[in-house]
């Protein structure tokens, strides 16, 4: 099964939910599940497969989101946002698991984080990332199973 198109299918419904325009899609892989960016937020998946999604968006592209979930801009603070984009990428997650018929799979609560330069490895499971545009910056969403 093609799980990267399943992930990017639940990307574009999640993002047609909430009013945000993604273009241009590029998808490559890499041997290692890993973060580089400033801001990110992980979901885990349990169950008979393994993995993580994580969703990786620098700050123009996490002030997008969060103009587009976050109506009240006097409610838009670091933790009113991070928070909205975890449970936008819980959905995405979500949705990802229906699709992509993985019933016997469960998502674990998203982790955020917010730092300069972060850089890590997560997991060393071959990974697929979706690279997208939005409006002028760039997000990157990232899947890795077993």
């Keep these: 099964m093609d799980y990267i198109k399943n992930l990017y299918k639940s990307l574009e419904k999640n993002t047609d939910l909430i009013g945000l325009n993604i273009s241009n899609p590029v998808f490559s892989k890499s041997s290692y599940h890993t973060i580089e960016s400033d801001n990110f937020i992980?979901?885990?998946i349990?169950?008979?497969?393994n993995g993580i999604i994580t969703l990786e968006l620098d700050e123009k592209t996490l002030d997008y989101f969060s103009e587009s979930m976050i109506p009240d801009e006097s409610m838009r603070t670091d933790y009113m946002t991070m928070s909205a984009i975890s449970e936008f990428l819980n959905m995405v997650s979500g949705n990802f698991l229906i699709l992509s018929n993985l019933n016997d799979s469960e998502l674990t609560p998203p982790i955020s984080a917010t730092g300069k330069n972060i850089k890590a490895i997560l997991n060393n499971f071959e990974t697929k990332r979706i690279?997208?545009?939005?409006?002028?910056s760039e997000a990157v969403l990232s899947l890795s199973l077993r």
């Design 42 to 44: 992980i979901v885990g």
């Design 131 to 136: 690279y997208f545009s939005t409006e002028g």
């Design 46 to 49: 349990a169950g008979k497969t």
